[in-house]
């Protein structure tokens, strides 16, 4: 088994789009350890939608949408990371955290410690906007500190060619792309049933998830160095 970890420097910035594109285009399996917040589209139900690819039950499912020591400490739980263990799958994992590095999974142990336990590669995702050198490189230190293995970032949003080869040189690290923002990822899905149907049998939503699905596979294949990171699955890890 292969397996990827994808994580970013903050919340909020595009990481599970990216988890999707890579996830359909490696043709792998999707896992979030723990998701935060249930009034919405999960992360696993919105990779799936996008991707196609299937998505296992996440380790920890949890009501609030807050850092997830606090989700768990507000149902009565604290999220053990022993029972967090990378799951086996067929082909390629792709696991996704939540927010960044150093959020905390309960009152002595955050993500990065998770992520050092399992060793697997990991994908720094990281935003284009202003503040993303300072992010982006602590969370990189971050990583090393920790022992983690880093195949590279993958930058979010519009292009700053300045900013991400200074990214690229502080940090020491390859540079994967930028995948844009995809307008047509943003709309919210139709998943309802009172869509009417269209020629073919297809619905509107079924249209509408196809369509998405092709947009992301289109951009990720245009802007994203899969050859890089199929080479750290290749590898198994990077220095």
């Avoid at 399996?29 to 991707?51: A, C, F, H, M, N």
């Avoid at 009152?107 to 992520?115: H, N, T």
């Avoid at 943003?186 to 009417?196: K, M, T």
């Amino acid at each position: 088994m292969s397996r990827l970890i994808v994580t970013g420097t903050d919340t909020g910035i595009g990481k599970t789009i990216f988890s999707a594109g890579l996830v359909q285009a490696l043709g792998a399996t999707y896992w979030k350890p723990v998701q935060s917040g249930l009034e919405e589209e999960t992360d696993s139900q919105i990779v799936s939608r996008l991707s196609g690819r299937p998505a296992l039950p996440e380790g920890y499912l949890l009501q609030l949408p807050a850092s997830p020591h606090l989700s768990a400490e507000a149902e009565g739980v604290e999220i053990d990371p022993d029972a967090l263990p990378l799951p086996e799958v067929d082909g390629v994992l792709v696991a996704e955290g939540a927010g960044g590095l150093m959020v905390p999974l309960n009152r002595k142990e955050l993500y990065l410690d998770l992520f050092a336990r399992w060793g697997a590669p990991v994908i720094l995702c990281a935003r284009t906007q202003l503040g993303t050198i300072n992010h982006t490189l602590l969370s990189l230190k971050a990583l090393r500190d920790a022992g983690c293995p880093v195949v590279g970032v993958a930058f979010i949003g519009d292009a700053e060619p300045m900013v991400e080869e200074t990214i690229c040189q502080f940090g020491q690290v390859a540079h994967l792309g930028r995948l844009p923002f995809i307008p047509e990822l943003r709309a919210e899905p139709d998943l309802g049933g009172g869509q009417s149907a269209l020629p073919g049998g297809r619905s509107g939503a079924a249209r509408s998830i196809d369509r998405a699905r092709t947009v992301l596979q289109e951009a990720f294949a245009q802007h994203i160095n899969l050859d890089l990171i199929k080479k750290a699955l290749a590898q198994g890890e990077m220095a």
